[in-house]
């Protein structure tokens, strides 16, 4: 398996160079086509003004914006030369998260910024947390710190679930490439181990078949999987998490926390996301 079409969704408001950095890496790990994506829309201030005066302040925007995509293409097609097998340009104006989702149907993987826990403004930039929602398609987030794509290790979060399972189909490519696989389980409650071991070591041997070489790794403490996860990413030296987004509603991981918000917003390493 590989990945013969990458989607990135650059944005325009934040500087891309590790996402631009992470992505020409991935295309030359898997001789991969590229499509480079910039999307936005101008959004008024709150205050407006009328008549001749409203439009002209639209139209400056706008234009604004189609400079800025020009130079983010030129920057696109730069950091994809001699690594990319091919590369395409899509660009519009209007909401990114509804325009990358849609042409999503392009790609086999989307590469797109964390959010850095940030307040992202949806009309310059798609949020993981929209995207991974809507494309249909496996979503590589890449922090602002990240610059490199660091495949030495892998920590795939599994949770007995289909978004978990699909997640782990769509890094397969990745996970072929790594040096080193750690699937990772945790027990929500006590007593909950044994079950958690059992299919923990299913994935094990169903990587196996598929020529990945994995451990099996279930602390024995219940609970807390996001700061269990993210302590055994550390300890594994984990350069990508692979899980699946969004076990429980979006909404209660808002209220009460969860391994997929915190994937999208922590700022150590890549996450590699399924729904």
């Known amino acids: 398996m590989t990945y013969a079409t990458a989607m990135v969704s650059l944005a325009v408001d934040q500087s891309n160079e590790g996402l631009l950095e992470v992505t020409g890496q991935l295309a030359g790990q898997f001789s991969a086509r590229v499509i480079g994506t910039a999307v936005a829309m101008f ?18 925007g706008e234009a604004a914006l189609a400079r800025r995509m020009a130079e983010l293409e030129s920057r696109f097609r730069a950091a994809m030369h001699g690594r990319a097998r091919d590369v ?43 995207l991974v929602l809507q494309a249909g398609r496996p979503l590589l987030v890449v922090p602002a710190a990240v610059k490199w794509l660091d495949l030495r290790s892998v920590l795939v979060a599994w949770k007995d679930c289909p978004e978990a399972r699909r997640a782990v189909a769509d890094a397969l490519p990745l996970l072929g490439k790594a040096k080193e696989v750690t699937v990772a389980g945790i027990a929500e409650e006590e007593g909950g181990q044994t079950a958690v071991k059992h299919g923990v070591q299913d994935v094990v041997g169903w990587l196996a078949h598929h020529g990945v070489a994995a451990r099996a790794q279930v602390p024995e403490r219940c609970g807390n999987a996001v700061l269990q996860l993210d302590r055994i990413a550390a300890d594994v030296g984990a350069g990508v998490v692979v899980a699946g987004a969004y076990g429980r509603s979006r909404f209660r991981e808002w209220v009460l926390g969860g391994v997929t918000q915190h994937l999208v917003g922590q700022t150590a390493r890549c996450a590699l996301l399924s729904r």
Not at 45 to 51: A, D, R, S, T, V
Not at 109 to 126: H, K, Q, R, T
């Open 43 to 60: 959004s008024p201030p709150l205050y407006f003004l009328e008549g001749a005066a409203s439009q002209q302040l639209i139209d400056e």
């Open 88 to 130: 395409e340009w899509r660009q519009a104006q209007e909401l990114p998260a509804r325009y990358v989702a849609r042409e999503a149907r392009a790609a086999d993987l989307v590469i797109v910024g964390g959010d850095g826990n940030a307040i992202l403004d949806p009309f310059s930039v798609a949020g993981p947390s929209d």
